[in-house]
Nanobody
Framework: VQLVESGGGLVQAGESLRLSCAAS????????MAWYRQTPGKQREWLAT???????YYADSVEGRFTISRDSAKNTVYLQMNSLKPEDTGAYYC???????WGQGTQVTVSS
């Protein structure tokens, strides 16, 4: 199983980014996929989950700003991030199967 995140970068506050998580060895439609964030000095924070049912769940800190989705044909999960804030800065990770598998992460930096 391999999860490869991409799409991170440096943006200004208020801008948007879309992160991608390309999966191999598993089906994103048949697994519980999630995004987490690691900020220096803080514990890893859960952001969003999309289970097999397709129902989406979000942390309060990103509800209304972030959207998780999946493309079964591309076997990829996305995290659309709008209205980014400096406190969204961190390393973003994709996970599968309730944290059994993790990607290597992609860095997001939001400047004020």
């Amino acid at each position: 199983v391999q999860l490869v995140e991409s799409g991170g970068g440096l943006v200004q506050a208020g801008e948007s980014l879309r992160l991608s998580c390309a999966a191999s060895g598993i089906s994103v439609s048949n697994n519980r996929m999630a995004w987490y964030r690691q900020t220096p000095g803080k514990q890893r924070e859960w952001l969003a989950t999309i289970p097999q049912t397709g129902t989406k769940y979000y942390a309060d800190s990103v509800e209304g700003r972030f959207t998780i989705s999946r493309d079964s044909a591309k076997n990829t999960v996305y995290l659309q991030m709008n209205s980014l804030k400096p406190e969204d800065t961190g390393a973003y990770y994709c996970t599968a199967n309730c944290g059994t598998y993790w990607g290597q992460g992609t860095q997001v930096t939001v400047s004020s």
